[in-house]
């Protein structure tokens, strides 16, 4: 009989530690504040994908790639025109020729512009742009546009 009682006092002072444990303010103010650390991030998270909306709302990223290149651009660097104004002026390396005649895609100017239609035109450096392509940028959302040099014009694809 009196282990029965040892053990049930035991048992209860056990259970009252745990309570009293339980109960500690240190403990809850912890769990408190990783609570609120959850909801703070969630928060951030939230108010990040509204900025991003708010700023893409009348923009748009373009990639411009040459798809197959002008001759004449091996001597001298190509440059990008969109609505007139020069967004790029880069050489194509030794190595990115042989990504082109191989068939791939290189990039040459990355923009962003203001969503809707523009004219954008490709040719060697310092030489005058002739008849502009009118290119589609859709809001909030990166496209390419990619250019191919054919015969005397370049032919352009929205991607």
Known sequence: MRRFWAVAVAAVLLLGAGA???ADPVDDYDARLEEIAREVEAIRKDLEAVAREVVWAGMAQVFVFVEKPDPAWRDQPVEVRVDGTRVAVRRLLPEEWELLEKGLAVEVARVWVAAGEHEV?????GGEPGDAARLEAPAARPSAWVAAAGEGEVEWRVE
């Open 20 to 22: 009293a444990r339980a």
């Open 121 to 125: 035109w490709i040719g060697a450096a």
